[in-house]
């Protein structure tokens, strides 16, 4: 989850980057073939390979791709030749010295296979991307944070950055411990469910299988 989290902030560092830089030229090749594969890759290493029509104005008909290969990223702009997609994914704003020119392939059914100048061969299949069945959401109400953790996990506070909204997509049925802490001059009243009282303890562990919100009400402690 780690790097998958790392892959898309390398993407969207990588888009953010690009408005700011201008184009940097290059455009799509005409071709009939059509481009369809297009998503989360992984192989059998653990690498990572995100694919995507690029949405940037400077950089139009290219396509949107990112490598992470171990803790080590690649994401810029390329454009399709034929039937490949081609380009270099080195930049200035990484830290890999030197270029890093990509040819990627479809392969197989759903796979892609990514051949680097120079360098390695790797061979992805399409990630599967479980299906979300609901969404936990957790906020308060007055002042005051809360810590939260999957049952038979270590729940702490983090009082440099106390927590007070946060959002959890499950995949799967979990059990949560959760906990709430009022700030100074306040004290925790309740939970909600939502919008309706749950409990009065500070500390809950609730099963979570679908959509809910959990609201922890603090109020001024005269």
């Known amino acids: 989850m780690k790097k998958l989290l790392y892959l898309f902030l390398s993407l969207v560092l990588v888009a953010g980057l690009a408005a700011c830089s201008g184009s940097s030229g290059g455009s799509s090749e005409s071709s009939d073939f059509t481009w369809t594969r ?10 990572y390979l995100m694919v995507s029509p690029s ?6 008909g290219q396509w ?38 990509v040819t990627i392939t479809e392969e197989g059914e759903d796979g892609l296979m990514v051949a680097v100048e120079g360098g390695d061969t790797y061979h992805f299949t399409m990630e599967e991307t479980p299906e979300v069945i609901g969404t936990m959401k957790i906020n308060t109400e007055g002042l005051g944070s809360f810590a939260y953790g999957l049952e038979g996990e270590e729940v702490e506070f983090d009082d440099e950055f106390p927590t007070q909204s946060a959002v959890d997509n499950l995949t799967e049925p979990r059990t949560y411990v959760i906990k709430a802490k009022p700030d100074e001059g306040y004290k925790f009243v309740k939970w909600t469910k939502d919008g309706e009282d749950f409990s009065t303890e500070p500390e809950i562990t609730v099963d979570v299988d679908s959509d809910v919100e959990f609201i922890a009400v603090f109020e001024v402690d005269e």
């Open 38 to 47: 297009e998503g989360i890759f992984t192989d059998e290493n653990g690498n």
């Open 64 to 101: 949107a791709v990112t490598m992470m290969l171990g803790e080590e990223a690649h994401g810029w702009f390329i454009a399709q030749e034929g039937e490949a997609l081609h380009g270099n994914l080195d930049t200035e704003y990484d830290d890999y010295e030197g270029d890093f020119i």
């Open 55 to 60: 949405t940037d104005e400077d950089h139009p």
